[in-house]
Structure formats: structure tokens, C-alpha cells
């Protein structure tokens, strides 16, 4: 029985670790301010591993074809930054705001990042 709680505790425990895997370098949040229709917009997101791990950007989705992602596909070493590159297709003028989802390698939980603005 006393292992039973043991093993209990020690599970908790490792559920509420804060040892993250990885911190951001860049703001999660980008707002591009006015930009001019027809002129696409980029923004580089940086994140920084700060595990003794390697690990992968698995794969970067966005709600619509007007929003573009690129990253390297190589492993993210200890210590290593590493860059995602969102480019904005300013087509339609007016107010935008575009999810953008992480999927790490380190964790189960996407990441949530977001650009907006203003096309005239």
C-alpha cells in the first residue's frame, strides 16, 4: 500500500514539473501594424532550447493558405536557437489575425502563436 502511495506522489509531482524544454527568444504575439496590400509581411519567431536534449519541430499549421510557415526540419541541439518563419500573403485589405500551431517534439501540447495587423 505505502508504495502504491509513493508512486502516486511521485506521479504528481512530475505532472506539475516546470522543467520547460524550450523557452521563446521572440514574442509569442506579432502585430505587423499597417501594411501595404499586395506586399507580403514576414516575421521571424526564435525559440531557444534550454533541455540537455535535442528535439524537433515536428510540423507548423496555419488556419489558411494566406499564412506561410518555414523552419529547418534538422534536430534543435542543447543550447541551439532556431527560427520560424511566417510570411503573411497580404491579398485583402482590411484587419487580419492568423493562429499559428506548433508541434514540438518535446512536448504533446502545440504552441500557439499569432500575427495580425492591417492591410490597406
Known amino acids: 500500500m505505502s508504495k502504491l502511495i509513493i508512486f502516486s506522489f511521485l506521479f504528481s ?3 506539475f514539473a516546470t522543467d520547460a ?3 521563446w527568444d521572440s514574442p509569442k504575439e506579432h502585430d505587423f501594424g499597417e501594411i501595404q496590400q499586395h506586399r507580403p509581411a514576414t516575421f521571424d519567431f526564435v525559440l531557444k532550447n534550454t533541455s540537455d536534449e535535442p528535439f524537433l519541430i515536428d510540423n507548423v499549421r496555419t488556419a489558411c493558405g494566406c ?16 527560427t520560424i518563419q511566417v510570411t503573411f500573403d497580404a491579398k485583402k485589405i482590411g484587419y487580419f489575425s492568423k493562429k499559428i500551431k506548433v508541434y514540438l517534439s518535446c512536448q504533446k501540447k502545440a504552441e500557439i502563436l499569432l500575427i495580425e495587423g492591417y492591410v490597406e
Not at 518555414?70 to 541551439?80: A, C, K, L, R
Open 67 to 82: 499564412t506561410a510557415p518555414t523552419w529547418t526540419y534538422d534536430p534543435i541541439e542543447p543550447g541551439s536557437y532556431s
Open 13 to 15: 509531482i512530475s505532472l
Open 21 to 23: 524544454a524550450f523557452e
